[in-house]
């Protein structure tokens, strides 16, 4: 079974400052037939479901904000909110989909404002 | 727009049978390309996939809750449904339905694009 696991677990930033987020699986969710990372985030409020930010590891979802954006590849991925702002105060999950159709979601990690 | 919603029991006893229904509205159930799930999540922890179904009526589970899990859906009613078996205290959490995502061309996105708001499910006597 693939394991998700995000670094840091919370994380403080002044506001219009950078936040960046890792996820890590324990094996690669790219797919050689499509080239694509079946890699996704989300973004979590109180009291509501996760929001899909980003899927493909770096597409972003119609209506997300451009300061939200996904990279890397194989088994390393980063979210970064480029400058945050006080409705980014959320929890945010990584979700890997390469072991077709099972999904694994990360344990989160929690952004506050500094 | 495409909505979902949960329906069923906010409390269930241990060893019961947990049935949830979720109500897709705005848009048709039986649509290429997109399945339908359920996900649930413990209070304070991250979410975890329950399962998934396509109008055609395969379903896929998780592999650790396999054996306690059912997921069907009835097209003509638009609407999808867990049962799940046995409940212990280990299984109060939220549980949400939600679409997986297909792109232009029906490429899945591996991802869930639309939620419903959730139900809480609490296991107690």
């Known amino acids: 079974d693939i394991v998700v696991t995000q670094s840091p677990d919370s994380l403080a930033v002044s506001l219009g400052e950078r936040a960046t987020i890792n996820c890590k699986s324990s094996q690669s969710v790219l797919y050689n037939s499509n080239n694509k990372n079946y890699l996704a985030w989300y973004q979590q409020k109180p009291g509501q479901p996760p929001k899909l930010l980003i899927y493909?590891?770096?597409t972003r979802e119609s209506g997300v904000p451009d300061r939200f954006s996904g990279s890397g590849s194989g088994t390393d991925f980063t979210l970064t909110i480029s400058s945050l702002q006080a409705e980014d105060v959320a929890v945010y999950y990584c979700q890997q989909f390469y072991s077709t159709p099972i999904f694994t979601f990360g344990p989160g990690t929690k952004v506050d404002i500094k | 727009q495409l909505q979902l919603q949960e329906s069923g029991p906010g409390l269930v006893k241990p060893s019961e049978t947990l049935s949830l229904t979720c109500t897709v509205s705005?848009?048709?159930?039986?649509?290429?390309?997109?399945?339908w799930g359920w996900i649930r999540q413990p209070p304070g922890k991250g979410p975890e996939w329950i399962g998934s179904?396509?109008?055609?009526?395969?379903?896929y589970y998780n592999p650790s809750l396999k054996s306690r899990v059912t997921i069907s859906i009835a097209t003509s009613k638009n609407q999808f449904s867990l049962k799940l078996t046995s409940m212990t205290a280990a299984d109060t959490a939220v549980y949400y339905c939600a679409r997986r995502g297909a792109a232009a061309g029906g490429l899945s996105i591996g991802a869930f694009d639309i939620w419903g708001q959730g139900t809480m499910v609490t296991v107690s006597s």
């Open positions: 493909w590891a770096s």
């Open positions: 179904i396509y109008y055609s009526g395969t379903p």
């Open positions: 705005g848009g048709s159930i039986s649509i290429d390309n997109h399945y």
